[in-house]
């Protein structure tokens, strides 16, 4: 691994005290304020590895000096050895978390996220199989102090759902759900199966970054907007009126439509919601494209049809395809408890081809 340059430590360090002076003296309140805030927040750990680091490198080269000393008697080079092993091996793990700490951001990582989970192929099961995992997501937020709000929940007849979306907000939620897009299947016994026999039903999951007014430019001319009754379970309380609302927009071709709420103004402002983060994601998708044929590897291939995981109920486990991991207590990741250990490994693999990919550059 590269190891980061003295200067480039500095600037970090030196940032994080040109901020610390602001802050001090800045009036609180004010969008600049809470960025700078922000900002300091997220330094702060990576100073504190700094310092850390600094002094791993003071004491690896005083152990080293010690080491030419040739009136070195053989019990203190041996302790002398010993020390500098030690020094070397916390050195050299600081600098791998400093390095870490110091990669490209991702600038969505701190954003909110909408959630979309849709029935896939498997009939009702695959139904039954979106709404569980549109719960796990929902324990999951909880879990994390998050704030999870259901934008739109459309039932099937038969139970489950055939889409259903929600909006999770709370500190660095896109970055810990951001690899959970894909195609998740199941293998498991389906309680109208008489037969005992396994059936394999999938849904599909996207997150997505919120979107902010300044990431997207949405004329009005843009957009189609067709308001129509809404039907189906889930607007049996609201069909009366025209409040169900549909919009496309026209250059992508992205169409979004809302039905749940009696208001047809909040379906539109739920709809414009998801419509500005979608065209927002593909824009990210399309430079992520770029970057992803610069690059060797990377956590599977970010396309929403690709397999990412398999939930084998029978034998009671999950395994992630992306990086071959197989957890079991399948019971504890459905209650969304035993999701962090697959989300850690994910995120740590990421970071590991990014480390990668900047060794081989330098």
Do not use: C
């Not at 390095?99 to 959630?115: F, Q």
């Not at 994390?144 to 459309?154: P, T």
């Not at 999950?318 to 697959?342: F, W, Y």
Request: hydrophobic share 40%; no cysteine; proline share 3%.
């Amino acid at each position: 691994m590269a190891v980061v340059p003295e200067d480039k430590l500095e600037a970090v360090v030196a940032r994080f005290r040109t901020i610390e002076t602001q802050l001090t003296t800045a009036a609180g309140g004010g969008p600049e304020y809470v960025k700078l805030t922000k900002e300091y927040s997220s330094l702060g750990p990576v100073v504190a590895a700094i310092e850390a680091l600094r002094k791993a490198r003071n004491d690896v080269a005083g152990a080293e000096e010690v080491m030419k000393d040739p009136s070195l008697d053989a019990e203190m080079k041996a302790l002398a050895e010993a020390e500098l092993y030690d020094g070397r091996a916390r050195r050299d793990e600081l600098e791998r978390k400093v390095t870490v700490a110091l990669l490209p951001k991702d600038e969505a990582d701190e954003r909110n996220a909408i959630l979309e989970v849709r029935a896939g192929t498997g009939g009702d099961e695959a139904g039954l199989f979106g709404g569980d995992l549109f719960r796990m997501y929902q324990r999951y937020a909880e879990l994390r102090g998050w704030r999870f709000e259901a934008l739109a929940y459309d039932e099937k007849d038969g139970g489950g759902i055939k889409e259903a979306q929600a909006m999770i907000s709370g500190f660095g939620v896109f970055a810990r759900l951001k690899f959970e897009s894909g195609v998740h299947r199941v293998q498991r016994v389906p309680e109208t199966e008489a037969q005992g026999r396994i059936h394999t039903s999938t849904a599909t999951v996207a997150v997505l970054p919120e979107a902010q007014e300044v990431d997207v430019k949405v004329e009005d001319k843009d957009l189609r907007i067709d308001v129509y009754r809404s039907s189906g379970p889930g607007g049996q309380s609201v069909n009366t009126t025209d409040s169900a609302v549909r919009i496309t927009h026209l250059p992508t071709g992205i169409v979004v439509a809302m039905q749940d709420e009696k208001s047809q103004h909040k379906n539109r402002a739920k709809a414009m919601k998801i419509l500005l983060s979608r065209i927002y994601d593909a824009k990210r998708a399309e430079q992520d494209a770029a970057r992803a044929a610069q690059r060797r590897g990377q956590v599977g291939t970010g396309d929403r049809s690709e397999r990412i995981r398999t939930y084998n109920f029978p034998q009671g486990r999950v395994t992630d395809h992306r990086i071959n991991l197989t957890v079991h207590q399948i019971d504890k990741v459905m209650a969304g408890e035993g999701l962090d250990p697959i989300i850690e490994a994910l995120i740590t693999t990421d970071e590991a081809e990014r480390l990668v990919a900047m060794d081989e550059k330098s």
